[in-house]
């Protein structure tokens, strides 16, 4: 187990100083390189920062507004007709669309139901077994100038409910 700690710990600066060695023999300017990849990275960042506020400032009124516990009171008999406990809806919506608003609801089952309880253990299950949907599809989509996502969102909520599934089936054994 020691050697796969010390192999993880070696392996950025191994990655570094190879990156380093191939350009060097390759005879590449790698500063220059580096800057040039640099300034890319900050204009795909100037270019994608009003969907991120947007979404954002979007997810902190849903969640601020009570909304999110609106509609899993809502949804509450249909979920519970699945065996999905409706204390983690909120949870569950909340996360297709930004993963840090999720976390901090995920800090809240765990103050409230604890980190080893049912919900707890199911909420972390669901928190890994979901994706981001909209946020990854407004920006990367935003950024390769995809203008017809097809089958994406379908495929990407059918993907999201099996995991779900299997989520809870896991969880219940």
């Known amino acids: ?10 392996m950025i600066p191994f990655v ?5 060695g191939y350009g060097m023999c390759r005879k590449v300017d790698i500063f220059d390189e580096f800057i040039e990849g640099a300034k890319d990275g900050f204009l795909t960042v100037y270019k994608i920062m009003p969907t991120l506020v947007g979404l954002m400032v979007g997810v902190g009124i849903l969640r601020e507004s009570g909304f999110m516990e609106w509609l899993g009171g809502v949804l509450a008999p249909v979920v519970q007709f699945l065996h999905f406990p409706g204390e983690l809806l909120p949870l569950f919506i909340v996360k297709m669309f930004s993963s840090s608003a999720a976390t901090g609801l995920l800090l809240d089952v765990y103050k409230t139901y604890g980190t080893d ?26 950024t390769a100038k995809v203008t017809k996502s097809r089958y994406t969102l379908a495929g990407a909520l059918t993907a999201t409910v099996a995991g779900a599934v299997a989520a809870i089936l896991l969880t219940g054994l």
């Open 1 to 10: 187990m020691k050697l796969l700690y010390y192999i993880s710990d070696c």
């Open 117 to 142: 309880s049912y919900l707890g253990t199911l909420a972390s299950v669901l928190m890994s077994c979901s994706e981001t949907i909209f946020y990854t599809m407004s920006v990367y989509f935003m």
């Open 16 to 20: 570094i100083i190879y990156l380093i």
